[in-house]
């Protein structure tokens, strides 16, 4: 059966119930270009989406050399052919006519178009002056979660074994660094537990911090035609907000900002009193619950009812519901890991599968899941603060054996600390001692907390500041260097998604003007360099995707993502495929842990964890001291009270977050036009009984103030926890006349974030800060243009629904038959 | 109970001064932790975390006091706090001499001197932990016991970021 649907006015589409243990039915959604049929395509290529961490398979639709199109792959085990908004409409970013298509060098101040040989020689000459001044410290490479996999390999590679800086993390330090660090403090290495098809089988499906619906909008498309099937899953949130996650909760908890370790210790606490533990599998492949027990002691639901604000028969209710499941899954995303005590928090999540034994079987999943659509890919090959497969900095064998790899000497890969996070990089800069900043694929000058100190950090006359992007996005505009990338449909690689499934994405058309892809970009930096490896041959030994693949596969080959069973060619034509896949697994791992043996051995492990409250690393002594072998580690954690707490001053608690048409910095989301026109503007939201105290109406304009900067919005009445003001994060200023900082009135969230972060997991905290709003303008009958159908959806019924045009009209072809598992 | 009692009134002076010796000493930590955040002001994450840790030492004041009673000792049990004006003073010049490298060697002292401080306080409640064992004082082993591991994890965290920080400010001045 097809159908046209509009998916912006309903973004989840039709329904296609189905019970527990069954198939989950197919749906091929496709959206092409107007005018364009199915038919009038010239070639379909095969990819995935880049616009979320979900790893939705999809089509590109090509024709005469341009992407007119995309269409999902039913054959693919992540979304049966289904695909969300951002990637229905975000497709046509690609083509827009302000790409970047020459390089950019700064001359008397100005950014000029110049040729792809002076702007490299620039990039490399500068490099190699601060190499022989200041040495390799003074370098600093800040990546995204964006790229493929093989241009990550390459760049881990020529910064860590290379160029041998320590200076190398991700963007995904915003979005996914306390997944990777939760998973390290409960199972000592990265790898997520779990697997989309536990939804298949869950009876209880507990959301923490995370709006399913709106940030993987396909897989909560999953959990819906459960709801819809024969005996439902309930739903647990944890959520200051009324999501759409919420509206479909059993028990909705929606804390105070700032105090989920607590909220979670009062959960367990309640795990343990009425006995809802399974002590034979925390005897047999734990170690910490003694400490645990010790630590809940004082952890009532009362007092945490308290402290939290949450009703004190909720959180029994919810204890209740996770300690009766006889399948539970669980999700954490970024309510937990950009708030305070992320990690904390995060790994409390695991405790409760560890003490309840829910892991490694069908349904009882922990999905700690990751933000950006390669963010797995940043973790894994060493561009984020790790090192590549999971190898643990503290441990020497392993520097020896990644040395043995790129054959260098082991002494030029720096492990003397754990590699750099970003935040502490920029603060390097900030003082001036690091003096060259690669940035790829992300927008620091608007995505990092406290803008105006990011601003002068980045605008720094001493700083050679290199830019790989698409856009002239903020950040270019301050650059030194902007160098023309190619995005998704122009390359070809290779990127994994949040349930450990690779996609390959092919390369549909070419790319715009002189654009390059990012490996090419680096391939040819490493050679101007002129770097090694100690017999004197090129140190990046390849030039095309597929050969970096190979390479990689041979530096992950025994790790816990091996990769060496998996080809181009095995990629092509089916489903994705889950690592480990080696001779072992040949088809790839559904679920890690299924026989309750973990990577947590000192010899294997990638992590020996830290302190939770400091972050201090954990020695190797006093690892081997918990005699982990082998075993999941229980780790307690005290209750912190956040660090800016609401005063007289600044009454309200301030947190930003996304919306399900946006992604990040609107780069591409706001090239597309009906994603930009179900979200054009920036809003801020408060809830009713806030906005009747302060007497303000939907659409009035608010001045949003913290210490650190003031951002002018419309109001929109929500469902948002009283005391609390939300604002999305997505609005910068590269498409307002002052380019890339505010003219009069912010607008980016971040000018009012504070700096800070979680000192285990080092992610910024984007979700406690104590901010002050008034009123400098009625609305005049204008409401905030803040869409209805998502977490902003007004509690006024005057508010007229967020529709797409004619042009967001969107194929579904159901079958009754379900697609592959 | 009554040998406890016994023991007290035996060796209560030593056991007293020693209790009065570590009040001083963690009241001194405090000072300390609060001092380097305010003195660190840019670097974010020494700023919070000595205050989070700060507050260890101050509760570790407050149970010092408490077990002090026993032992005829009248400690006060609210933690001296720092003239919040003068901390702001030196905020405000952290964030003067942010943009300029060479204060970070100061850094580098201030995490040694706080590390050795936590080391003698580590010791004293090492001192102490024996000798409620001896004298069978459970409840001053218990405060021995709650408090003691966070000393550990505070003079973990100093050689931690000594660690951390260390190769960027010696090498890349």
């Known amino acids: 059966m097809t159908q046209q649907i509009d998916r912006i006015a309903e973004p989840w589409g039709t329904r296609t119930p189905y019970g527990p243990g069954e198939a989950w039915p197919a749906r091929v959604d496709t959206h092409l270009a107007e005018g364009v049929a199915a038919d009038d395509v010239d070639r379909w290529v095969q990819s995935a989406s880049i616009l979320h961490s979900n790893g939705d398979a999809m089509d590109i639709a090509v024709k005469d050399g341009r992407i007119v199109g995309v269409r999902g792959r039913a054959v693919d085990r992540v979304n049966h052919g289904r695909l969300g908004p951002k990637d229905l409409y975000g497709w046509q970013a690609n083509g827009s006519t302000d790409r970047l298509t020459r390089p950019l060098i700064r001359r008397d101040g100005r950014l000029v178009e110049t040729d792809w040989d002076t702007a490299m020689d620039a990039v490399a000459g500068r490099t190699k002056e601060l190499l022989e001044e200041r040495g390799p410290s003074a370098i600093g490479f800040y990546t995204t979660g964006q790229l493929f996999l093989e241009e990550y390999y390459t760049l881990g590679l020529i910064a860590h074994g290379g160029i041998g800086t320590n200076h190398v993390d ?6 996914t660094a306390t997944a990777a660090a939760a998973l390290k403090e409960s199972f000592a290495s ?29 897989l909560w498309t999953r959990i819906l035609d459960r709801l819809a099937g024969p005996n439902p899953p309930a739903i647990v949130c944890v959520d200051p907000r009324e999501t759409p996650v919420a509206d479909h909760a059993t028990v909705h908890l929606a804390p105070r900002p700032g105090t989920n370790v607590m909220l979670m210790n009062a959960i367990l606490r309640e795990l343990l009193e009425h006995d809802r533990v399974d002590h034979q599998y925390i005897e047999a492949h734990a170690v910490g619950f003694a400490e645990l027990e010790k630590m809940l002691e004082d952890y009532t639901v009362e007092r945490a009812a308290e402290v939290c604000g949450v009703p004190a028969a909720d959180l029994r209710e919810a204890a209740r519901l996770i300690g009766s499941a006889e399948r539970l899954m669980s999700t954490v995303l970024q309510g937990f890991y950009q708030s305070h005590q992320a990690t904390a928090a995060a790994v409390q999540v695991n405790n409760v599968h560890i003490v309840r034994g829910m892991l490694g079987k069908p349904g009882c999943g922990i999905l700690q899941m990751n933000g950006q659509p390669t ?20 441990n020497d064998a392993h520097i020896e054996d990644l040395a043995r790899v790129w054959n260098i000497d082991s002494m030029q890969i720096p492990h003397y600390t754990a590699p750099t996070h970003l935040m502490q990089m920029m603060r390097y800069v900030e003082d001036g001692s690091i003096r060259f900043l690669h940035v790829s694929g992300t927008n620091p000058a608007v995505s990092l907390p406290e803008l105006r100190r990011i601003r002068s950090i980045l605008s720094q006359d001493r700083l050679f500041l290199v830019v790989q992007d698409l856009f002239l996005t903020e950040t270019a505009q301050l650059a030194d260097v902007v160098l023309p990338a190619a995005t998704w449909g122009e390359k070809t690689g290779t990127f994994t998604n949040a349930d450990r499934t690779v996609h390959l994405s092919e390369k549909a058309v070419d790319p715009p003007g002189e654009a390059r892809p990012d490996l090419d970009i680096l391939v040819d930096y490493a050679h101007r360099l002129g770097l090694t490896d100690k017999d004197g041959a090129p140190l990046v030994k390849w030039t095309s995707p597929e050969e970096a693949f190979e390479a990689w596969k041979e530096c992950s080959r025994g790790r816990p993502c091996d990769y060496t069973g998996i080809t181009y060619d095995k990629l092509r034509g089916g489903s994705g495929i889950q690592w480990p896949c080696n001779d072992e697994h040949p088809d790839g791992t559904e679920r890690l842990y299924v026989d309750g043996q973990f990577w947590s051995d000192p010899d294997y492990c990638e992590s020996y964890g830290r302190d939770l409250v400091t972050g201090a690393p954990v020695e190797p002594t006093e690892y081997k001291a918990l005699n982990p072998h082998g075993r999941a580690v229980i780790k307690a954690a005290e209750y912190l009270p956040p660090h800016e707490q609401p005063s007289e001053d600044h009454p309200f608690q301030l947190i930003t977050g996304r919306t399900l048409y946006h992604f990040h910095t609107r780069t591409k989301t706001g090239r597309a036009p009906q994603l930009q026109a179900a979200a054009p503007e920036v809003w801020v939201e408060a809830s009713a009984a806030d906005a009747e105290e302060e007497g303000w109406e939907e659409g009035d304009l608010l001045d949003i103030t913290t210490p650190r900067g003031a951002v002018t919005a419309r109001l929109r009445i929500s469902g948002v926890r009283p005391g609390v003001l939300f604002l999305p994060f997505h609005y910068g200023y590269w498409d307002t006349g002052a380019g890339h900082e505010p003219d009069g009135q912010g607008r980016a969230a971040n000018e009012l974030t504070l700096t800070d972060w979680d000192p285990a997991s ?12 008034t009123r400098i303008a009625a609305s005049g009958g204008r409401s905030a243009s803040a869409p209805t159908t998502t977490g902003s959806r007004p509690v006024s019924a005057s508010v007229p629904p967020t529709r797409g045009d004619e042009t967001a009209l969107v194929s579904e072809q159901s079958s009754t038959a379900g697609g592959t598992r | 109970m009554k040998l406890v ?12 001064g020693a209790i009065e010796e ?32 700060a507050a260890w030492s101050q509760e570790h004041v407050r149970r010092l006091a408490e077990v002090g009673r026993d032992y005829d000792l009248d400690l006060d049990p609210e933690p001296e706090d720092e003239a919040a004006l003068l901390a702001r003073v030196k905020q405000k010049g952290a964030e003067l001499t942010g943009r300029f490298h060479e204060p970070t060697l100061l850094l580098l002292a201030d995490l040694r001197h706080l590390h050795r401080m936590a080391a003698g306080v580590s010791l004293d409640w090492e001192v102490l932990a024996q000798t409620a064992q001896a004298m069978k004082d459970t409840e001053l082993l218990t405060v021995a016991q709650d408090c003691h591991p966070q000393t550990l994890r505070q003079m973990r965290w100093a050689n931690a970021k000594v660690k951390e920080t260390a190769a960027q400010i010696m090498v890349t001045g």
């Open chain 1, 170 to 175: 991700g963007n995904t330090r915003l979005c």
């Open chain 1, 190 to 218: 990265d790898g997520q537990p779990g697997s989309y098809t536990d939804i298949d089988h869950a009876d209880v499906i507990c959301l923490y911090g995370h709006n399913m619906a709106e940030t993987q909008t396909v």
């Open chain 1, 375 to 394: 963010a797995q890919n940043t973790r894994e090959c060493g561009a984020d603060g790790d090192l590549p497969a999971f190898r643990n900095w503290s």
């Open chain 1, 762 to 773: 080092k992610q910024p905290i984007f979700k406690t800060a104590a901010a002050a709003a």
């Open chain 2, 5 to 16: 009692q016994t023991l007290r009134t035996l060796h209560g002076n030593k056991v007293g």
């Open chain 2, 22 to 53: 570590l009040h001083r000493s963690e009241n001194d930590l405090a000072g300390a932790l609060l001092d380097l955040s305010d003195q660190q002001k840019v670097d974010h994450e020494i700023f919070h975390v000595a205050r989070d840790i």
